[in-house]
């Protein structure tokens, strides 16, 4: 009998405890890069269903299919928590416009998410241009009052690492309509967070905190082309007035779910390792790079170790959180009913960073674990996984409200040069998706998560 029949039947006993661990990290790549249908329910995702922006018709079937997949693919504990999310309408397109002399200057702009309507009829009115919230507070109510705020502060191009240039102006996004109102503004218009010059605008929340309804200005995003097209003109025609109108709404909050399947563990089932990324989208695109991609991969980590006849000590729960993107009451929710179970999590995973060619992890963890983590760098070599980097809370939005000494929180690091090209847009579609780079992220993932598995806890 030659070795490889006598492997095919040794495989489904097969001890991972007599396999090196350099074997099972090539036996998860090649199940991932040659028999993984992750790529295939991202498409399902994505060009069946398309966008699923928490309270919407797309995020109700994302849910329906999630489950019934996870089910299909024989996952465990099968089930849907519930959780209110807010329900936000874009309605009608958009519309924004400059009138100079005779011509008219149409600029691509969307709403802001949770953002409020202008009246029925828009607002006209001039248009001051300011780089920051700091700038708009200097100067003061007298010049703000009765204008259109245009936040125009670019992400900064020297960060290698685009999160940072986004971490780095995503204020006038989600506060300035906040601080521009206080001060009398009449609407807000922000420069989209994208390092590219292009014509989509980019979408994402924009947060009045305790302002009271009838004090809230809209507030909607315009593309980069759009912003410096617009920040020229109004240098040569400063008096000239924008028209600008959209029709969005705030509904009360609808009921919906996280969607979550397990492979029990074998030792501990008790000790719960979860995997996710979140199912919610914004509405523009179909939400493949943000985060479709991520669910699948979450998924195709149960996949694999099925695959491989791999299970686990601990239980491996995949959760595909709901509402992300305005609210994280999926997260919190999560969160909520853990600790009334009283669960024990040691570890948590998110990929929320596009489908990009993984290049490593984020960690959040204590120095013992962290050390543990970085002693299996050499394993990831051969897949040019690099990057092991200690990095306190930015590991995943999902992941974020739980809470425990000894849990340990990874997000995953893929490429992040193009992904602010898509975030949040119209074309963050399934197109924008290699499935390779797909494949590699959900390889990394499942990699990371057997090692932690096997060696996490002692
Ligand atoms: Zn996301």
């Not at 909520?336 to 995973?349: D, M, T, V, W």
Request: charged share 25%; glycine share 8%; net charge negative.
């Amino acid at each position: 009998m030659n070795k490889s029949v006598l492997l095919a039947l040794v495989a489904p006993f097969l001890c991972f405890s007599q396999t090196t661990d350099e074997e099972v990290l090539k036996q998860i790549y090649k199940s991932a890069l040659t028999e993984s249908q992750s790529y295939y329910w991202l498409d399902d995702l994505s060009n069946k269903i398309g966008s699923r922006l928490s309270g919407s018709v797309g995020a109700e079937k994302a849910v329906v299919y999630a489950k019934q997949k996870m089910d299909s693919l024989g996952f465990e504990n099968v089930y849907l928590q519930e959780v209110m999310v807010p329900k936000w309408v874009r309605g009608e397109q958009e519309v924004a416009y400059l009138t100079i002399g005779k011509k008219k200057e149409i600029f691509p702009i969307c709403a802001l998410g949770m953002s409020v309507a202008t009246p029925k009829s828009g607002i006209l009115a001039t248009v001051l241009e300011v780089k920051s919230i700091d700038e708009l507070k200097s100067l003061g109510e007298e010049k703000v009052r009765g204008k259109i705020i245009f936040f125009n502060r670019p992400m900064d191009p020297e960060h290698i690492e685009t999160f940072h240039a986004y971490g780095g102006c995503v204020d006038q996004r989600s506060s300035g309509a906040r601080e521009a109102g206080k001060l009398g503004a009449l609407a807000v218009i922000v420069r989209s967070m994208n390092l590219r010059l292009d014509d989509f605008p980019h979408t994402g929340s924009t947060n009045y905190g305790d302002v009271p309804n009838e004090q809230k200005i809209p507030a909607a995003a315009i593309s980069t082309n759009g912003a410096e097209l617009l920040s020229k003109l109004l240098k040569a025609n400063p008096d000239s007035k924008l028209f600008f109108k959209q029709s969005c709404e705030v509904f009360p909050d609808v009921l919906s779910y996280n969607v979550i399947g397990e492979m029990v563990g074998s030792v501990y089932p008790d000790r719960i390792m979860v995997v996710g990324g979140h199912l919610d989208s914004w509405d523009l695109g179909d939400g493949s790079q943000d985060d479709g991609a991520g669910c699948v991969q979450s998924m195709a980590v149960l996949e694999l170790f099925k695959k491989i006849n791999y299970r686990p000590k601990n239980t491996i729960r995949v959760v595909l959180f709901m509402n992300e993107e305005n609210g994280v009451k999926g997260g919190l929710e999560y969160e909520k009913q853990s600790n009334k179970k009283g669960e024990n999590h040691i570890f948590a995973l998110e990929s929320d960073s596009g489908g990009f060619t993984p290049r490593g992890f984020s960690i959040d963890c204590d120095d013992s674990n962290y050390e543990k983590i970085l002693s299996w760098k050499t394993l990831f070599e051969p897949y040019l996984i690099h990057v092991f980097r200690k990095n306190k809370g930015h590991t995943g939005v999902d992941i974020g409200p739980l809470q425990s000494d000894k849990i340990v929180k990874v997000g995953l690091q893929p490429d992040s040069q193009r992904y602010f090209d898509y975030h949040h847009a119209a074309n963050d579609t399934f197109d924008s998706v290699n499935k390779r780079e797909l494949e590699l992220g959900a390889a990394a993932m499942a990699s990371l998560m057997y090692l932690f598995d096997k060696f996490g806890i002692d």
